[in-house]
């Protein structure tokens, strides 16, 4: 059986714990290792994160969050209507232009990446960045 939750917090990194409070109730009950939902966790702060320091430069705003369970993983989303970023080296262009602190190299999306068995960061038509973020079941 699907199950799909969404949760829009407000981009403050003390709202960020809501969305992991909720990230780790949905994945208990669907029967993910306690490895599987820190790892998860530890994702979903990072990506929250990015999206709280660099999204909305200290400005109002939402950080969306959609859980979607499936028999055999889930895919979080993160979105978020800051003016993006981009990794990989066929971003250099883009990150070239962009602000300073979102051009840095932190070690956040190295982090998310190493912890979930597959990661997209997406830029939206409409703006912002939406990462996505799949992890398998191993219980």
């Given at each position: ?11 403050r990194a003390e ?88 051009n840095e190299g ?34």
């Open positions: 059986m699907d199950e799909l939750v969404t949760l829009d917090i407000p981009a709202y960020v714990v809501l969305g992991r409070l909720a990230l780790s109730g949905v994945l208990r009950e669907r029967g993910f290792s306690a490895d599987a939902i820190a790892d998860l966790k530890l994702a979903l702060t990072e990506a929250c994160s990015n999206s709280v320091r660099h999204a909305y430069d200290g400005d109002a705003g939402l950080v969306h969050l959609c859980f979607n369970v499936l028999d055999d993983r889930i895919v979080v989303e993160i979105r978020d209507e800051g003016p993006g970023f981009c990794v990989g080296d066929e971003c250099d262009a883009i990150n070239d232009a962009l602000p300073p602190v979102l932190g070690m956040g999306i190295s982090i998310i990446r190493a912890v979930v068995d597959e990661f997209s960061l997406d830029r939206p038509v409409e703006g912002g960045t939406l990462l996505r973020l799949t992890k398998l079941r191993d219980a």
